[in-house]
């Protein structure tokens, strides 16, 4: 059974940090190109940053690059979203994703994981 596994969001005031997990199971995890998007309300679901099967190349959305990093740990079987001097504008419900091929949509979705960023 397929498992993504968030972790990690919560509520920040502008400027702080919070770090993202995402546990996956059910599948060869280091053979997957990984993902995080976030969807706030009434917008489109968007990809904020990808991190390839062996974590050679990385890429970020123009939004947050600079800010947040993108990791994985394929010992752990996880990915991170390290996010940095946050904002306003960050508040959306984070998931991950993973998919067998850069070529292809994502396979697998996790259930999401809420940040709110608020003074």
């Known amino acids: 059974q397929v498992q993504l596994v968030e972790s990690g969001g919560g509520l920040a005031q502008p400027g702080e940090s919070l770090r993202l997990s995402c546990a996956a199971s059910?599948?060869?995890?280091?053979?997957?190109?990984m993902s995080w998007y976030r969807q706030a309300p009434g917008e489109d679901r968007d990809r904020v940053a990808s991190?390839?099967?062996?974590?050679?190349?990385?890429r970020y959305a123009a939004s947050v690059r600079g800010r947040f990093t993108i990791s994985r740990d394929n010992d752990k079987n996880s990915v991170y979203l390290q996010m940095n001097t946050l904002k306003l504008e960050d508040t959306a419900m984070y998931y991950c994703?993973?998919?067998?091929?850069?070529?292809?949509?994502?396979?697998?979705w996790g259930q999401g994981t809420q940040v709110t960023v608020s003074s």
């Open positions: 994703a993973a998919r067998s091929s850069v070529l292809t949509s994502e396979d697998y």
């Open positions: 059910g599948f060869t995890f280091s053979h997957y190109h």
């Open positions: 991190i390839s099967d062996t974590g050679a190349t990385i």
